[in-house]
């Protein structure tokens, strides 16, 4: 739909005398679907180009929407896709289905595609017709499917946004108020929309803001979650905002290189370049070994970046089978395992051929064989130490162990 500038005249005085956002609404869609002219400073953007898009793809904003959920294997296909995602905002999900209690709001989890895989529920509600229908796992709520609403926007674009009452494309979903964020994954990729949504009355409070403060938290973990083998820094320009949701997080690779930043991140260090290098000495201003060697200390330790600005860092190693080794204090301690061994293995030092290639895996090795040496080959202190069980340690030193035997095979 191909609209024309906005006229000025009638047009403009009416614009001057509507003071409610209601009223505002109210006219711009009349000057929209009416008139042909684009309501600009009466509603968002996003909603224009959202009205814009459901134009071309349904005809009538007077239907009503069924509402009606995925075929029964695409719904099984979604939530195992999903899983991570699920486990990852679990804890965040419970503590909003709390927090919104008693506010008549409902949260929806979707995934990248707009369909439902969370819902909290909230049996004292009152009469909800359309949220009743709406608010179901496996029910697609795509801009495709539903028209102009909060999450169809996010899952479109990718950016957060609110839409409120009858700036929703078709006329059944007036009484609707809902705010939709984002969340990424380790590529940079849209993982899911988290929303708020409330029906015949407005929220009370900052919906966007709490949405918003809730994808950041679960968007984090997620990216914690898929880090495996990976060295995660944690910083900040405050060591107090650590363990926070504003904390900034970034994920360097086996090969010493940055693969991922957080929202926080990049504010902090930078975009990270669509192709080119990027070895975290290049964008951090600290080459792996000095990383490595920051994160052996419990406490976060100031450290200045490339672009000079001086900044709080933890470092946490994730080894290959999922173990968290402890490098800063907002990490969660890895118990030792309840089982006692009957010793240490016959060969308490593991080789050192690959100790020293300069890769994430070789600083994790060189690590345990220090900590290994400076207790004398005792494993059960340098579990300790290390925070991870014995049972990781000998499987380490058997794989490493295997490993020196094929090779001399």
Same mark, same amino acid.
């Given at each position: 739909?191909?609209?024309?500038?906005?006229?000025?005249?009638?047009?403009? &005085?009416?614009?001057?005398?509507?003071?409610?956002?209601?009223?505002?609404?109210?006219?711009?869609?009349?000057?929209?679907?009416?008139?042909?002219?684009?309501?600009?400073?009466?509603?968002?953007?996003?909603?224009?180009?959202?009205?814009? +898009?459901?134009?071309?793809?349904?005809?009538?904003?007077?239907?009503?929407?069924?509402?009606?959920?995925?075929?029964?294997? +695409?719904?099984?296909?979604?939530? /195992?896709?999903?899983?991570?995602?699920?486990?990852?905002?679990?804890?965040?999900?419970?503590?909003?289905?709390?927090?919104?209690?008693?506010?008549?709001?409902?949260?929806?989890?979707?995934?990248?595609?707009?369909?439902?895989?969370?819902?909290?529920? /909230?049996?004292?509600?009152?009469?909800?017709?359309?949220?009743?229908?709406?608010?179901?796992?496996?029910? /697609?709520?795509?801009?495709?499917?539903?028209?102009?609403?909060?999450?169809?926007?996010?899952?479109?674009?990718?950016?957060?946004?609110?839409?409120?009452?009858?700036?929703?494309?078709?006329?059944?979903?007036?009484?609707?108020?809902?705010?939709?964020?984002?969340?990424?994954?380790?590529?940079?990729? &849209?993982?899911?929309?988290?929303?708020?949504?409330?029906?015949?009355?407005?929220?009370?409070?900052?919906?966007?803001?709490?949405?918003?403060?809730?994808?950041?938290?679960?968007?984090?973990?997620?990216?914690?979650?898929?880090?495996?083998?990976?060295?995660?820094?944690?910083?900040?320009?405050?060591?107090?905002? &650590?363990?926070?949701?504003?904390?900034?997080?970034?994920?360097?690779?086996?090969?010493?290189?940055?693969?991922?930043? /957080?929202?926080?991140?990049?504010?902090?260090?930078?975009?990270?370049?669509?192709?080119?290098?990027?070895?975290?000495?290049?964008?951090?201003?600290?080459?792996?070994?000095?990383?490595?060697?920051?994160?052996?200390?419990?406490?976060?330790?100031?450290?200045?970046?490339?672009?000079?600005?001086?900044?709080? &860092?933890?470092? +946490?190693?994730?080894?290959?089978?999922?173990?968290?080794?402890?490098?800063?204090?907002?990490?969660?301690?890895?118990?030792?395992?309840?089982?006692?061994?009957?010793?240490?293995?016959?060969?308490?030092?593991?080789?050192?051929?690959?100790?020293?290639?300069?890769?994430?895996?070789?600083?994790?090795?060189?690590?345990?064989?220090?900590?290994?040496?400076?207790?004398?080959?005792?494993?059960?202190?340098?579990?300790?130490?290390? +925070?991870?069980?014995?049972?990781?340690?000998?499987?380490?030193?058997?794989?490493?162990?295997?490993?020196?035997?094929?090779?001399?095979?």
């Amino acid at each position: 739909m191909s609209l024309p500038p906005s006229r000025r005249g009638a047009d403009g &005085l009416r614009q001057l005398f509507s003071t409610t956002r209601a009223e505002r609404v109210a006219l711009a869609r009349q000057q929209f679907f009416e008139e042909g002219v684009r309501p600009s400073g009466l509603v968002g953007e996003q909603v224009i180009q959202s009205w814009m +898009r459901c134009t071309r793809e349904h005809a009538d904003r007077g239907r009503l929407i069924a509402f009606d959920p995925v075929t029964a294997s +695409r719904l099984h296909a979604t939530l /195992n896709r999903n899983r991570e995602l699920l486990d990852a905002a679990r804890v965040e999900l419970q503590t909003m289905e709390s927090s919104l209690a008693g506010t008549d709001s409902r949260v929806l989890l979707t995934d990248a595609q707009g369909v439902i895989v969370h819902v909290t529920h /909230n049996p004292s509600a009152p009469a909800q017709p359309i949220l009743r229908k709406t608010a179901r796992v496996g029910v /697609n709520i795509a801009e495709s499917v539903v028209g102009t609403t909060a999450p169809g926007i996010v899952a479109r674009t990718g950016q957060a946004c609110t839409v409120d009452g009858a700036e929703h494309y078709f006329d059944y979903l007036r009484e609707m108020q809902c705010a939709a964020a984002p969340i990424r994954d380790v590529h940079g990729r &849209l993982a899911a929309v988290l929303d708020i949504t409330v029906e015949a009355r407005p929220f009370g409070f900052d919906a966007a803001s709490m949405v918003a403060l809730y994808a950041t938290t679960i968007e984090n973990r997620l990216l914690l979650a898929q880090s495996a083998d990976r060295l995660v820094l944690r910083f900040q320009a405050s060591p107090g905002l &650590l363990g926070t949701p504003l904390e900034a997080l970034a994920g360097v690779g086996p090969d010493g290189s940055v693969e991922w930043l /957080n929202a926080a991140g990049a504010r902090l260090i930078g975009r990270l370049p669509e192709s080119g290098p990027r070895d975290v000495e290049r964008v951090f201003g600290l080459d792996l070994r000095t990383l490595m060697r920051l994160g052996r200390h419990e406490a976060a330790r100031p450290v200045r970046l490339a672009s000079g600005l001086g900044v709080w &860092l933890q470092a +946490r190693l994730q080894a290959p089978d999922g173990v968290d080794f402890r490098h800063g204090v907002s990490m969660a301690v890895v118990p030792v395992e309840g089982h006692a061994a009957s010793g240490p293995p016959a060969a308490a030092t593991p080789p050192r051929a690959a100790a020293g290639d300069g890769t994430l895996h070789g600083h994790s090795r060189r690590l345990i064989e220090e900590t290994l040496a400076a207790h004398g080959g005792n494993i059960s202190h340098a579990a300790r130490q290390l +925070r991870v069980s014995r049972g990781t340690l000998y499987r380490r030193l058997r794989s490493w162990a295997a490993g020196a035997a094929g090779q001399d095979g």
